[in-house]
C-alpha cells in the first residue's frame, strides 16, 4: 500500500480553487436566474402591493408554494406575468 503526501503548497491550492468556486456560487444574480422567488422579490419586480400579490394568488394568475407561513413563486410564472402586462 502507498502513501501520498499532501504538502502545504497542495492545501493551499485546494483552499484556492474552493474559494473560487464559493465566490462564483454566491455572484450569480438574484431574481430572475432563481428557480424560486419569495414574496418581497415578486413585489419588488412586479411594484405592487402585498395585497395585489395576494389577489394574483387567489385569482390563480400567480400560483405560490406555501412552506409553513411563507409563499415561493416559480421565476417562470413572475416572469410570464411581466411579459403578459
Not at 16 to 28: G, H, P, R, V
Amino acid at each position: 500500500m502507498s502513501a501520498e503526501i499532501i504538502t502545504k503548497e497542495d492545501l493551499q491550492l485546494f483552499k484556492e480553487d474552493l474559494l473560487k468556486e464559493i465566490k462564483l456560487l454566491i455572484q450569480k444574480p438574484d431574481n430572475l436566474n432563481n428557480e424560486w422567488l419569495r414574496t418581497r422579490q415578486v413585489r419588488q419586480m412586479l411594484s405592487i402591493s402585498p395585497n395585489t400579490l395576494q389577489g394574483l394568488r387567489i385569482s390563480g394568475k400567480l400560483r405560490s408554494t406555501k412552506v409553513g407561513s411563507i409563499h415561493y413563486y416559480r421565476a417562470t410564472e413572475v416572469r410570464r406575468l411581466l411579459e403578459g402586462s
